[in-house]
Nanobody, 123 residues
Framework: HVQLVESGGGSVQAEGSLRLSCAAS????????VAWFRQAPGKRREGVAY????????DYRDSVAGRFTISVDNAKNMVYLQMNSLRPEDTAMYYC?????????????????WGQGTQVTVS
């Protein structure tokens, strides 16, 4: 099993920045891809950014491409999401997720492990 714990959320004004962190523990070697998802009240969970832990692939949701950057530090078992030029529509609960499969997408069903989430509010 893999445990994921997010941190770094908060409230920020539009055009501001936040850096989310996700600490992974447990059977991490079984995972191949990690990702960030978000869910706003009354909306479906959506994929935001995805990266293979090997570092040989990453992808982003169109609405965040160029503003968000996902990265992984395998030595520290950490995943990060740097968010710049934040917009009110980025307001959501952000979740870290990990998959045992060879995936690089925003389909929540493809991910096996989930954190509890960290709230991001942009005003």
């Amino acid at each position: 099993h893999v445990q994921l714990v997010e941190s770094g959320g908060g409230s920020v004004q539009a055009e501001g920045s936040l850096r989310l962190s996700c600490a992974a523990s447990g059977n991490i070697i079984s995972t191949t891809c990690v990702a960030w998802f978000r869910q706003a009240p009354g909306k479906r969970r959506e994929g935001v950014a995805y990266i293979r832990v090997s570092g040989d692939g990453m992808d982003y949701r169109d609405s965040v491409a160029g503003r968000f950057t996902i990265s992984v530090d395998n030595a520290k078992n950490m995943v990060y999401l740097q968010m710049n030029s934040l917009r009110p529509e980025d307001t959501a609960m952000y979740y870290c997720a990990a998959s045992r499969g060879w995936v690089l997408n925003g389909r929540a069903n493809d991910y096996d492990y989930w954190g509890q989430g960290t709230q991001v509010t942009v005003s």
